[in-house]
Structures are given as structure tokens and as C-alpha cells.
């Protein structure tokens, strides 16, 4: 059962030696530092009711503070690894490739109306109660006779939906 005064007095036993032996361990990183120790006080209260308290706690601890040091190390230099530098970057896109989806000619209404002509009549109508009159879900259902459940599950598919057909307008634009 976990206590959490013995708790408690584990960590502030233990917590500020741990701490700064992280702090050491991972060069003054200070931000690295408190994920680990984070983790660590994290990976004690999982442990907590499978822990033998009276044996060597602190030692546990080091152990458990070095395997996370060490993971947290190489995932930050995998991170690092696979930083660019502003050299090896692509040039950023002319604003005239987007000019036709995003030019201040074309309104939000024309925009969405386009969306709207590639939708199935059924997804227009309901993305238009949804999206467009933001009317409720229950509204929604009591309108067009579709249980709730179900209006859920439609509209979590007409969102996918649209999520592919703004990214085939953008694939026509680029």
C-alpha cells in the first residue's frame, strides 16, 4: 500500500543528493536535469509497493537515476543528430505557388464553398450544420434523424474527409 509520508521522506532524503548528482552527470543541463529527475520520482512511485525499503533504497535510486541519464543522453543525441543547419535547409516556398488557395481574391466563403462541391451531398449538409451554422451535436441529431452515436462516427470520418481533400487542394496548387 503506498504510503505517502514514507514516501515523502524518501524523497527528501534523498531527492537534492540525487538531484545534483543528475545536474553533474548531465553537464549543467538544467532542463535535462529536471525531465530525468522528474522521471526518476516518477519511476520510484510506480515501483513503491514492489520496493524493499529495507534494503539499499538509496543505491536503487543511482541506479535508476544512471539508466535514465544515460537514455535521456542518447535520445537528445539522436535529436542533435538530425538537426540541420540553415545551410542544408530548402529555400522556402514563393508565396505565388499558394497564390491561387490563399490570394486575398479568394474569400473564406469561396474557399469553403469549393470544399463544399467535393463533398457527398449528405457530408455537405452535415458540415455545414456542424462547421459552418455551428449547431450542436444534439441539434444536429434531432435535425437529420441520426443518432447520436452515429452523427459522432460520421462526422469523425467527414473530418478525415476533409483533411484529404485540403491536402489535394494544396497538392494542385503546389
Known amino acids: 500500500m503506498f504510503d505517502l509520508k514514507e514516501y515523502e521522506a524518501v524523497v527528501n532524503k534523498y531527492g537534492t543528493a540525487l538531484y545534483k548528482y543528475c545536474l553533474a552527470r548531465l553537464s549543467l543541463n538544467k532542463e535535462l536535469c529536471d525531465e530525468v529527475y522528474n522521471d526518476?520520482?516518477?519511476v520510484l512511485y510506480k515501483k513503491w509497493d514492489g520496493?524493499?525499503?529495507?534494503?539499499e533504497l538509496g543505491a536503487w535510486l543511482y541506479r535508476c537515476a544512471d539508466r535514465l541519464i544515460s537514455k535521456a543522453r542518447s535520445q537528445r543525441a539522436k535529436y542533435q543528430s538530425k538537426l540541420?543547419?540553415?545551410d542544408d535547409c530548402p529555400e522556402p516556398e514563393t508565396q505565388s505557388t499558394l497564390d491561387r488557395y490563399f490570394s486575398p481574391k479568394t474569400s473564406t466563403s469561396q474557399q469553403l464553398e469549393e470544399l463544399c462541391q467535393r463533398l457527398s451531398p449528405e457530408e455537405e449538409r452535415l458540415f455545414r450544420l456542424?462547421?459552418?451554422?455551428?449547431?450542436?451535436?444534439?441539434?444536429?441529431?434531432?435535425?437529420?434523424?441520426?443518432?447520436?452515436s452515429t452523427l459522432r462516427l460520421r462526422l469523425s470520418k467527414l473530418e478525415k474527409r476533409i483533411r484529404s481533400i485540403v491536402g489535394e487542394l494544396f497538392e494542385e496548387i503546389s
Not at 520496493?51 to 534494503?55: A, G
Open 40 to 42: 526518476l520520482l516518477l
Open 130 to 148: 456542424r462547421y459552418m451554422e455551428k449547431a450542436t451535436l444534439e441539434s444536429i441529431s434531432s435535425a437529420t434523424g441520426i443518432s447520436y
Open 84 to 86: 540541420l543547419s540553415p
Open 51 to 55: 520496493l524493499d525499503k529495507s534494503r
